[in-house]
T-cell receptor, first 115, second 111 residues
Framework: DTGVSQNPRHKITKRGQNVTFRCDPI?????LYWYRQTLGQGPEFLTY????????KSRLLSDRFSAERPKGSFSTLEIQRTEQGDSAMYLC?????????????FGPGTRLTVL | GQNIDQPTEMTATEGAIVQINCTYQ??????LFWYQQHAGEAPTFLSY????GLEEKGRFSSFLSRSKGYSYLLLKELQMKDSASYLC????????????FGAGTRLFVKA
């Protein structure tokens, strides 16, 4: 499968715990995006990487959230001291970064439930 | 700032035509996407418009008017499998082409 993959697909955690999600983009894609989506809403931009550089981070993202893409390939999103409001689907997308439309290909998402 | 508006829900009949509208207000407009999202699944790309006019792709067409901040997605010959959410998304020309999504329009196709 050469699409975007995310792990785990589901995560249930207790409030206050830390969680880490992984995203493996399509191999030749140099741009990687993280989004959060809640029921009935569209994906909400969290952060964006071009290769290993984190170029933009949403102002909505608190200091509890951090993302890395150390070698410009896979990326991790960590949430520290989780809160119930963090419960959502976390989507990763990648794009080629060249060409006319820069279509973003989405992974299946990680569904986080904070109890 | 930016704002994207689209209807929350629409219902249409199998075999019919439906038009889903999207209006947007944003600085640094670079293009407009339409994505389809089935319940519990990730969004999948449908279309991209950067210039004014109509782009046709099979049963789906997308229109853009940059001066009016308006787009629509036209779905022809509706099938039951077209029941999904349709997301309008605006790409900005700042910050690495950040993409802002609308809340989506849930389309129900009935027999």
């Amino acid at each position: 499968d050469t699409g975007v993959s995310q792990n785990p697909r589901h995560k249930i955690t207790k409030r206050g715990q830390n969680v880490t999600f992984r995203c493996d983009p399509i191999s030749e894609h140099n741009r990687l995006y993280w989004y959060r989506q809640t029921l009935g809403q569209g994906p909400e931009f969290l952060t964006y990487f071009q290769n290993e550089a984190q170029l933009e981070k949403s102002r909505l993202l608190s200091d509890r959230f951090s993302a890395e893409r150390p070698k410009g390939s896979f990326s991790t999103l960590e949430i520290q001291r989780t809160e119930q409001g963090d419960s959502a689907m976390y989507l990763c997308a990648s794009s080629l970064g060249q060409g006319a439309n820069n279509e973003q290909f989405f992974g299946p998402g990680t569904r986080l439930t904070v109890l | 700032g930016q704002n994207i508006d689209q209807p929350t829900e629409m219902t249409a009949t199998e075999g019919a035509i439906v038009q889903i509208n999207c209006t947007y207000q944003t600085s640094g407009f670079n293009g407009l996407f339409w994505y389809q999202q089935h319940a519990g699944e990730a969004p999948t790309f449908l279309s991209y418009n950067v210039l004014d006019g109509l782009e046709e792709k099979g049963r789906f067409s997308s229109f853009l008017s940059r001066s009016k901040g308006y787009s629509y997605l036209l779905l022809k010959e509706l099938q039951m499998k077209d029941s999904a959410s349709y997301l309008c998304a605006v790409r900005k020309n700042t910050g690495g082409f950040k993409t802002i999504f609308g809340a989506g329009t849930r389309l129900f196709v009935k027999a």
